[in-house]
């Protein structure tokens, strides 16, 4: 992107048929664009061109021409211009920016937003049967209990859960059935006869999911 307007109005006489309404539109939403990944530098510089592209447009239209044969004429009435009409310049070009920020803010809340939806949604696809979400009830349970999930060892698994108080490991081993990450077989139903289940000889558990 041109810093300076000499080279502005060359690109653009060149490229005559940027002097067009969609430019203007582009050269917007790409600042909203820099604002959002907090490119400053370049942000100012595409919202200078863009301001400028807006003043030739309205040009254009004050003297009912084409842009394209504004071009020339405009860069001399901007290049020879008073300091009234620069000031009114700069002044629209902070404008700009302080609606670029304004629209950027907004985009970034939505896409928050979304994501968040998103999350919720994927996170109500993995509740168990009892309606808790597997991934918060690894979370919670302690190092040496995530590893026997991560492994898929039951054995490890009674070893660990016998070292355990009795209400601490009834209560970690209901929620892993309530969340779905493991299911009892028959006649393992409450969770009294699950935790006993696990800390006797006979598997009860079927995999890991």
């Known amino acids: 992107m041109f810093s300076r307007h000499d ?6 006489k060149e490229n005559n048929q940027l002097a067009h309404d969609h430019c203007a539109s582009y050269l917007a939403v790409w600042c909203v664009d820099l604002c959002v990944q907090e490119k400053k530098a370049l942000l100012e510089r595409v919202a200078r061109q863009t301001v400028v592209m807006q003043y030739l447009l309205q040009l254009s239209k004050s003297v009912d021409v084409d842009p394209r044969g504004c ?3 405009f860069y001399r009435k901007f290049k020879l211009a008073e300091k009234e009409y620069m000031e009114a310049y700069e002044d629209e070009v902070k404008s700009l920016l302080v609606r670029v920020d304004d629209r950027a803010k907004a985009r970034i809340e939505a896409a928050e937003e979304e994501a968040k939806k998103v999350e ?3 996170r109500l696809k993995r509740l168990g049967p009892g309606g808790i979400d597997p991934v918060e009830v690894f979370e919670s349970l302690p ?3 995530q590893k026997c999930f991560e492994e898929k060892d039951i054995a490890m698994l009674k070893e660990e859960m016998a070292k355990l108080p009795k209400e601490e ?3 970690h081993l209901q929620r892993c059935i309530d969340s779905g990450m493991w299911v009892p077989e028959a006649g393992a139903q409450n969770t009294g006869a ?3 289940a696990v800390n006797s000889d006979d598997e009860q558990y079927e995999e890991v999911k």
């Open 169 to 171: 490991a009834a209560y």
């Open 120 to 122: 919720e949604q994927e």
């Open 194 to 196: 699950s935790a006993a």
């Open 7 to 12: 080279d502005s109005e060359r690109f653009l």
């Open 143 to 145: 190092e040496t209990l």
């Open 71 to 73: 071009i020339t004429a």
